[in-house]
């Protein structure tokens, strides 16, 4: 048996950042041999740092084989922070309930499988729940308060954007409503805002306003410490806000965002997913309509760019120039919504999203932590 290590690492505990998709290794075991934990076959130390994460990250999981008597689970604890997937099918009475039980949701398969496989995604989603956990028992916060910023030239779409913010989790939202070309009076408009129990900013924009303009005079009237950008047809999941504050907590991040993966192909009834663009990395781009950064940092870099279109783009590439650090996370909680190119800022073709398809999949089917099934 390896010599067990007990020395306290003084690195800062591991994190999310550098989790991968797919697995390039079998499952292997965590187990306790009466002085500590065994990783893999090497010792671990009771507050795992990146080092040590890092070389279990292309393992499909890790088979926690618990002692009866209750030990030191701080280790345990770590991984689950760092998003490392953990399994274990009963765990003894002395073990957090809430770990317990996200350790026997999920059981580690092979393989990555096809274009419609959901093997790699269902082992993402259970490493996403354990990060929450494990973070969250690491590092208690206070509720934050978050201003969100929506543009909308589309009434019809209110009551179900407005009802995803109101559904958010471990997070104080106000709403900043820019209706660009829309009067406030429009029955839709005044319906989604008085039924979504939270405090809505109306604010009117005519339609030849620049967008970025538009997003910038909703912005002016932010009171949370953050302002979160929000989009008007795509869906987001109910800790979506909650997860973009964790990582910018843990990553130490100026803005931070998630990738761009889910689409739903309106005129085809399809998903896809795109790998492509990774997460849990530092990049100079993130998706536009999930873009949060603390409301002080929001000004000093001067809000939006007062442009038609290509706003996120360019007001992500003038941050990016200025210094700020950009942190994209995972995207399993967001979903674009993409009809025909002429209704959307940026303009790509469906056929694009095909060919950078690595899933499809017929139907509307966002990952599970959308929790929208």
Known sequence: MPAQSTSPSTAPPATPAGFLRS???????????????????????????????????????????????????????????????????????????????????????????????????????????????????????ATPAVSVVMSSMRPHLLGSALAQIARQRRVETEVLLALHGVPAGHEAVRRAVRDCGLPVTVIEADAETPFGEVLNLAASRAGGEYVAKWDDDDWYGPEHLADLLLARSYAGADIVGTAAEFFYLEPLNATIRRTD???????????????????ARYAELGGFPALPRGVDAGFLKAAHAAGARIYRTHGLGYVLRRSVSAEHTWRLSLAHFLRVATNQWRGFRPSLILEER
């Open 277 to 295: 663009y990774t997460s849990e990395v530092w990049s100079d781009h993130v998706a536009g309509g999930t873009i949060l950064l603390d409301r």
């Open 23 to 141: 697995a390039a290794e079998a499952a292997a075991e965590l187990s306790w041999t009466g002085q500590g934990w065994l990783a893999a076959g090497e010792p671990l130390g009771d507050r795992p740092d990146a080092t040590e994460v890092t070389r279990l990250r292309e393992l499909r999981a890790l088979t926690v084989r618990w002692p009866s008597a209750e030990v030191p689970a701080g280790a345990i604890t770590g991984l689950a922070a760092a998003g490392v997937p953990l399994h274990a099918a009963a765990s003894p009475a002395w073990v957090e309930p809430g770990l317990a039980r996200l350790l026997a949701a999920w059981t580690p398969e092979e393989g990555g499988g096809g274009p419609r496989s959901v093997t790699d995604l269902r082992r993402e989603e259970h490493s996403v729940r354990l990060r929450r956990h494990g973070l969250r028992s690491r590092d208690a916060a």
